[in-house]
């Protein structure tokens, strides 16, 4: 049996969006703007089956192609039984991608012995309390209350909501940090981030997004968006600011969860993709929740 699995379009968030606002687990791989903004990077399509669940399918690389944990409200065995048929119809063999323990343990209850879960450190996603971030209170948040009050009395500046009146203004700046980094139109990585970026800011509005910039000496220099994963945790998806601005990726951070975020307990800020750069800078903000997760193959 083959799925009926289609691509992911800006018009398919509310199908897609209902069975997400169900879901309990916290990582990002169920969000629809992450999930819609690099459709053209993991070619991921969809599928809603009579049986009542939402079918996810991608590729990561050169990786096989798998499927997301499917979400819904029947029985968990024959969503993961009517995923091993379809990879077996394609001639794939079978994965499951993003398993995060927990979701591992549920399909274990179902499926008792039938699969090996093996973990990848460089898909692990950082979660942090929002308290934290807000008031970043103590010793281990010293650097960052430095960083802060250094660029405080450096600039003059304000904090925005993004509203489609400075969406040219974050492009504009997008396009500066392209610039700082090598330009974003050789390098593939770079290549599918920028349109992921325009696909983003193209449909804003669309995708219900929170996000907020900063205004330095009268320039958007940063800003960050995102969206709630659960209930009680909300996912940041990008966050941008120049490196000639001291300071600026740490106020932005700040700002953009006290702004936006305070309603949540929790803030995924995602993986680090096994840039050791990008592994410490997250680790420096001290998580307090280190998202495990990897992947499912047969026995």
Same mark, same amino acid.
């Given at each position: ?27 990002c ?9 690099w ?32 979400? /819904?409200?029947?029985?968990? *065995? &024959?969503? @993961? $039984? ?9 001639? !794939? ?19 008792p ?69 090598? /330009?974003?139109?050789?390098? *593939? &990585?770079? @290549? $599918?981030?920028r ?7 193209? !449909? ?18 940063a ?21 000639e ?48 997760? /990897? ?5």
């Amino acid at each position: 049996m083959i799925l009926p699995f289609t691509p992911v379009t800006i018009e398919d968030r509310a199908v897609i969006q209902s069975f997400f606002d169900l879901n309990g687990f916290r990582n990002c791989d169920f969000s629809f703007s992450n999930i819609f903004s690099w459709q053209h990077s993991y070619n991921t399509t969809f599928a809603v089956c009579e049986s009542g669940f939402l079918y996810i399918r991608f590729q990561v690389g050169n990786q096989l192609p798998g499927y997301l944990f499917p979400l /819904g409200n029947g029985d968990l *065995q &024959t969503a @993961i $039984e009517t995923l091993m048929q379809d990879a077996a119809a394609r001639g !794939n063999d079978f994965r499951l991608y993003a398993i995060t323990t927990e979701m591992f343990d549920l399909i274990e209850q179902s499926m008792p012995g039938r699969f090996v879960f093996e973990t990848k450190r460089d898909w692990f996603e950082y979660i942090y309390s929002s308290e934290d971030l807000i008031h970043l209170v103590g010793k281990k948040f010293q650097s960052k209350r430095n960083h802060i009050n250094k660029f405080k009395r450096t600039y003059q500046w304000e904090y925005l909501p993004i509203t489609p009146e400075i969406i040219p203004d974050c492009l504009k700046l997008y396009d500066r940090w392209c610039a700082e980094n090598g /330009g974003c139109n050789t390098e *593939q &990585t770079l @290549i $599918e981030e920028r349109i992921a970026t325009q696909k983003v800011f193209a !449909n804003y509005e669309k995708l219900q997004l929170k996000g907020g910039a900063l205004r330095i000496d009268g320039e958007i220099l940063a800003y960050s968006y995102g969206q709630a994963l659960t209930a009680d945790t909300f996912g940041v998806h990008a966050e941008k600011s120049l490196a000639e601005i001291d300071g600026g990726f740490t106020l932005m951070n700040q700002q953009f969860v006290e702004h936006n975020c305070a309603a949540y307990r929790y803030i995924n800020r995602e993986e680090d993709l096994g840039l050791d750069s990008l592994r410490q800078a997250k680790m420096s903000y001290q998580p307090v929740i280190l998202l495990e997760k /990897g992947s499912i193959r047969k026995k």
